[in-house]
């Protein structure tokens, strides 16, 4: 399994490379078309590590997992629900989350996983899917809670979800993961407080590609964060939560 | 009044300036920071133009024009609705607009003024906003209005709204445009549909660049499509919708 960070140095230099253990091989060209391994490597602790793609959507899922939705006591879709998250909403592996100056409501974590798409994806078949999947990552997909329902005649996901520092993501990507073995947990403060398998999600990630690729173009560097499951809860200034997947890592952001 | 474009010559040179009657003014340098005209003038016959700007979001309102709300019944919202129309929708004028391969189902247009940001915009006040618009543009915000309701539990505005050519934009940016005298004319095959004044919006430009940069920040070239009012319609195959915004120009799509 290969792990593509993105970094910067101490002297403000961007770079991208693979993880291993501490130190990161750095590689150049572009992460998504044969990158090619500079000889170079750095210290992790040399860097800060920044969200591991630069998406120019984040596409993300309702009601995607059966325990949740039976739960809201929700049918399941015939199709994936999605809102979009706006490129400005992202942050990376260790970012600060901010509340927006004009909303003093209930602010919640959402742990999930994020599938990374690798080229563009037009009308993709299921069987197809794999192959425009670079890897996964991991998603805080925060949301306002409190802004959804504000409105009685238009519910307001893409509000509630896509303030600034409300989509982070990280800290790698992940290529050659097995999502049907893996297990989201989210820890608030270092008390776990979701804990699902990935086995349950309603549409699986190949089908997700496929449906949301005819429905509209994903880029290189998209990311699709495939809904969440159980266990969601509030987050108070202050607050550390850390989403881990087994293979990938574990993801964390604080509130500020 | 200056009318900026972006085109594209027959050599495939990539480009931006200022159109005067049939004539281009061409520019260098960053339309959104202090371009420079570089002397040249391109004919308009020679030159294909692209969308005039390249959006890294378009946000697109519902809800927001008094008579429309009328007609459907529904209360004036108290702050801006909106949802996500993502780059990859983008098309520009002249552009074919294309059916989704996956849907058979009514594909509508949507007339409307579209608000070109020209800085980075986060928590601007309402006095501050207008030095934060670049100028106006024209949208044609198609949408797959079957979608919207498929699922009982999750309206599908994103998905509806999303796909590929799906958010048209231009002819141009109009720098110096006065929204308060103008008027949004859509013609389907030639007969007029829409007819409607932006005076009788709910948000104002002002107060949506003001609100919504409280909920996620507004970056150079994105796109605020203000919603639309009372006629809205079906586009057949080979149906030309033309939005026309006097002092803006005409948006020209044809369905294919």
Redesign the interface.
Known sequence: MKLWTRFKTAHGRFGFGVLQNDQILEYRGDMFAHPLPTGATIALTAVELLPPCEP??IVAL??NYHALGAKLG??A???P????K????LAGPGETIRR???YAGKIVYEGELGIVIGKRA??VSVEAAKDYILGYTIVNDVTAAELIE??????????AK???TFGCIGPVIAQGFDWREGAVVTRLDGVERQNYPLADMIFNPWEQVSRIS??????PGDVIAVGTSIGVGSMKEGATVEVSIEGIGTLTNRMG
């Open positions: 120019t959507k309702w009601n929700k049918s879709p015939v199709h629900l999605f809102l979009i706006p490129a400005s909403s927006p100056q004009a037009t009308n504000q409105d009685p005649n238009f519910a307001q996901w893409t509000r896509g303030c600034d005819q429905d509209m173009t994903l880029l």
